[in-house]
């Protein structure tokens, strides 16, 4: 089955705890993107790449790393969280190298929670 | 600032009756997206649209660039079609970064 998986689903952990969140699609494409989605300020962008090793800030990438070193996969690392990054983070991914003239498949989302 | 507003934050309809939902945004765009947001918390990508109109199935999205205005209806509404809908925009042609909508929460009663 084609799809956006992100790991793990729910989080919860304390300020300055490196943590890494997984995305890996199996869909071969070539962009991937990182959201966070807050009550009242909606989606935001964090980061996104247009393919192996080239990756580009979105709107709020700050506080936020990421790497592609494989087609499949995405993470998100946190290096030292804090609670204004309590959010619902989703990974999406799409064909081609834009992100903006295609068709995006989203993962199911996970809800991180800093203390 | 490059903003993106929707409207109405909220909507309730009845099964059955036609449905606008509208987007506008500040400045020139090079794409605008329509996403769906379950009540489950899922989303799924409805349309992209540089230019025109799209229709899929009972959904149609129609963008007029002149305007920085995009809506999308939705013909014969049901229950099933409640959820939140979202709007994105990619300002200009040099990034590929998008710009989102604070949704619009549809709720069709039977």
């Known amino acids: 089955e084609a799809q956006v998986t992100q790991n793990p689903r729910y989080l919860i952990t304390v300020t300055g705890k490196k943590l890494t969140v997984t995305c890996s699609q199996n869909m071969n494409h070539e962009y991937m993107s990182w959201y966070r989605q807050d009550p009242g300020l909606g989606l935001r962008q964090i980061y996104y790449s247009m393919n192996v090793e080239v990756t580009d800030k979105g709107d709020v990438p700050e506080g936020y790393k990421v790497s592609r070193k494989e087609k499949r996969n995405f993470p998100l690392i946190l290096e030292s969280p804090s609670p204004n990054q309590t959010s619902l983070y989703f990974c999406a991914s799409s064909t081609g190298t834009s992100g903006r003239y295609n068709e995006q498949f989203f993962g199911p989302g996970t809800r991180l929670t800093v203390l | 600032k490059n903003e993106v507003e929707q409207s109405p934050q909220n909507l309730t309809a009845q099964e059955g009756e036609f449905i606008t939902i509208n987007c506008s945004y500040s400045v020139g765009i090079s794409a605008l997206h329509w996403l769906q947001q379950h009540p489950g918390g899922g989303i799924v990508s409805l349309f992209m649209l540089s230019s025109g109109k799209k229709k899929h199935g009972r959904l149609i999205a129609t963008i007029n660039i002149q305007e920085k205005h995009s809506s999308l209806h939705i013909t014969a509404s049901h229950p099933r079609d409640s959820a939140v809908y979202i709007c994105?925009?990619?300002?200009?042609?040099?990034?590929?970064?998008?710009?989102f909508g604070t949704g619009t929460r549809l709720q069709v009663f039977p």
């Open positions: 994105a925009v990619s300002f200009g042609y040099n990034t590929d970064k998008l710009i």
